[in-house]
């Protein structure tokens, strides 16, 4: 039973990882914490109000939009609009859900990560960057405008530039508010910068790295599993080893 579950993840994550790279479609999504403002940025990129937040943040469900025939992937709420430049790049749009981050990301071609201006880069934003080394993000500078001074907006800019440097440089293509751009051109933009092919490559082989690890675990567990087995197996025959002895004592003792 165990071979036959660990032949069914192989199969499954083959699976996934060739449709990942037969994908037509560009995948973004929209990450961060909850209340940073994911529904927000989503309506601004469409240009209009696609969906009203959740009241109830543990009920939040992937959301789908595509502006085009876009691939659905099952368990998302699907959304189609008219949008004339994210259909012209076959452009789709996730939102994901704070809970569900690790999980969907591995999907993604561009992660566009909300960070809320009243306080960046909080211990939750770092964990879930460091938990995406391998795919371009771009950050998404929500809440600006309730930061009233023009000082404290530039201050908040500079410290927010400052931690990306030093510890997501590498993975980080750009900072966005929505100020200087329309945050759907600012997207194409960003995906522009990114060699998708390549990307999807490597997120493939991290892919087949994480399931060899998995595979390896589990193996592990297996192993564990029936050596202990094994060891109540010599018990059990070693009580009844002991058992026969004492009643052949017995039987001596009384001849």
Same mark, same amino acid.
């Given at each position: &039973?165990? +071979?036959? /579950?660990?032949? $069914?993840?192989?199969?499954?994550?083959?699976?996934?990882?060739?449709?990942?790279?037969?994908?037509? /479609?560009?995948?973004?999504?929209?990450?961060?914490?909850?209340?940073?403002?994911?529904?927000?940025? %989503?309506?601004?990129?469409?240009?209009?109000?696609?969906?009203?937040?959740?009241?109830?943040?543990?009920?939040?469900?992937?959301?789908?939009?595509?502006?085009?025939?876009?691939?659905?992937?099952?368990?998302?709420?699907?959304?189609?609009?008219?949008?004339?430049?994210?259909?012209?790049?076959?452009?789709?749009?996730?939102?994901?859900?704070?809970?569900?981050?690790?999980?969907?990301?591995?999907?993604? !071609?561009?992660?566009?990560?909300?960070?809320?201006?009243?306080?960046?880069?909080?211990?939750?934003?770092?964990?879930?960057?460091?938990?995406?080394?391998?795919?371009?993000?771009?950050?998404?500078?929500?809440?600006?405008? @309730?930061?009233?001074?023009? $000082?404290?907006?530039?201050?908040?800019? $500079?410290?927010?530039? +400052?931690?990306?440097?030093?510890?997501?440089?590498?993975?980080?293509?750009?900072? %966005?508010?929505?100020?200087?751009?329309? @945050?759907?051109? &600012?997207v194409i933009s960003c995906l522009g910068k990114i060699d998708?092919?390549?990307?999807? $490559?490597?997120?493939? /082989?991290?892919?087949?790295?994480?399931?060899?690890?998995?595979?390896?675990?589990?193996?592990?567990?297996? @192993?564990?599993?029936?050596?202990?087995? %094994?060891?109540?197996?010599?018990?059990? /025959?070693? %009580?009844?080893? !002991?058992?026969?002895?004492?009643?052949?004592?017995?039987?001596?003792? @009384?001849?």
């Amino acid at each position: &039973a165990r +071979y036959c /579950q660990m032949t $069914e993840h192989a199969e499954r994550c083959e699976a996934k990882i060739n449709e990942m790279l037969e994908n037509k /479609q560009k995948n973004v999504a929209i990450m961060g914490e909850a209340n940073c403002g994911k529904t927000t940025v %989503l309506n601004q990129i469409c240009g209009f109000e696609v969906k009203r937040p959740s009241p109830i943040v543990s009920e939040a469900i992937p959301v789908m939009v595509a502006s085009s025939t876009g691939k659905m992937i099952p368990d998302y709420e699907y959304y189609h609009i008219d949008h004339t430049k994210l259909a012209a790049e076959n452009v789709s749009l996730f939102e994901i859900p704070a809970g569900e981050i690790g999980s969907k990301a591995v999907e993604m !071609d561009l992660i566009l990560y909300v960070i809320s201006a009243t306080m960046p880069f909080s211990a939750t934003d770092i964990s879930n960057l460091e938990k995406m080394p391998y795919l371009p993000v771009a950050i998404v500078v929500n809440k600006l405008d @309730l930061i009233e001074s023009e $000082e404290d907006k530039k201050e908040t800019m $500079e410290y927010i530039s +400052y931690i990306v440097s030093r510890k997501f440089n590498r993975q980080v293509i750009g900072i %966005l508010t929505g100020t200087d751009e329309p @945050l759907d051109d &600012a997207v194409i933009s960003c995906l522009g910068k990114i060699d998708i092919a390549d990307s999807r $490559e490597f997120r493939a /082989q991290y892919m087949v790295y994480h399931f060899k690890e998995e595979l390896l675990l589990k193996l592990k567990d297996g @192993l564990a599993a029936a050596e202990d087995k %094994l060891k109540a197996i010599k018990s059990e /025959q070693k %009580l009844a080893q !002991d058992s026969a002895e004492q009643v052949r004592l017995e039987w001596e003792s @009384l001849r």
